[in-house]
């Protein structure tokens, strides 16, 4: 053997001890001491996870690459209960897989002011008697609370997501399609129980856009977000008031207090007249100053709360936001919407602008129909909506086309009403807040009720 072979052949042999040392360094800047490690996972979750701690790097391109693309998973948003995502696309049956519910704000039922024994509000959290009820009409609580938690995290990351410059239909297109998400909706056992209304300034209720509608939020507008979820027919009706300019404050600040009032007043055996009565108290002790003039802010006298029953928005009783109501009262067992409206302007609405809502009427029996294309309509409404509302874009949704005579000839037949823009004078403000309430047999939920309002 050659002196060149004899040094190639100590080469070849002297190699695998050198790779061998090279990987083990390699793997070694991994602290194996317990307490390294955990200075080390202490300092990686200080820095936010985001980052590689730079000691943990390795040199395989594996590894690198797991590393870099980390974050780009979908981001968890911790701060939610049971890990919802931003924004929330998980459905609230799957947060809650046991079937309980976050409850509302519970309270006692108020004395009602005409009645001066105070017992049966004081006795009904312990007695046993209301207490059997109230687990008795558990599977309704559930239903009402889970379109309840639906609607308050739809609504919570809507606040944070319309700017102004968006347009009114992709606002109520991004909230619809994020509450049908977490309601998880299922025909008429689960979804959206009327459309998104997003009325601006003078324009109090009513209003969604239809098709073609270019209408753009701009920074001085008083937007009203009025949207509904349901299950099984159980309905959250629950309203706010969006603003970006800050001199709205005194507006805004009425209106909820207002309704907060009502919402407190509220209770088993109240009268409906005194809850108007102490709504328009509030509402109407305040005022705004707008560029220099100042404005006293009325209660809309037109715009009311309402009973909820299974399906039906509007079941029967009216809870005003001005005296001098109706003396029924309130009862056991009754699901209400307390809202209340404030206006700059003259206080009173009217019909006015292009109509976008619509209802079957709960009550009206069978109408023969004539026209193929009003039967082929109905039959779409009955499949989608049932008593339900419903606007012209959820229509189009449906797969419905060149439904407007067909539309016309069943809203002149009184099978569904048409509910236009309600809407105040021209320059003036108004603004909105609502809830959902459940008047159990122990006590009051404010089922509604969240950490924005």
Known sequence: MSATEALNVNLEAAEPEI???DAKKQKKPKPNNKKLRQEAAAKKAAEGGDEAVEGDATTNGEAKTAAVAQPAKKKINKGKKNGQTDPPSIPISKLY???NFPEGEIVEHPTPKDLADDRTAKDRFTSEEKRALDRMNNDIYQELRQAAEAHRQTRQYMQRYIKPGMTMIQICEELENTARRLIGENGLEAGLAFPTGCSLNHCAAHYTPNAGDTTVLQYDDVCKIDFGTHIKGRIIDCAFTLTFNN???KLLQAVKEATNTGIKEAGIDVRLCDIGAAIQEVMESYEI???????PIKAIRNLNGHSISPYRIHAGKTVPIVKGGESTRMEEDEFYAIETFGSTGRGLVHDDMD??????????PFVPLRLQSSKQLLGTINKHFGTLAFCKRWLDRAGATKYQMALKDLCDKGIVEAYPPLCDIKGCYTAQYEHTIMLRPTCK???SRGDDY
């Open 19 to 21: 790779s061998s040392e």
């Open 97 to 99: 897989p046991d079937g």
């Open 247 to 249: 001199k709205y404050d």
């Open 289 to 295: 100053e707008l560029d220099g003039k100042t404005y």
């Open 355 to 364: 109509c976008s809502h619509y209802m079957k009427n709960f009550e009206l």
């Open 445 to 447: 939920e404010i089922v």
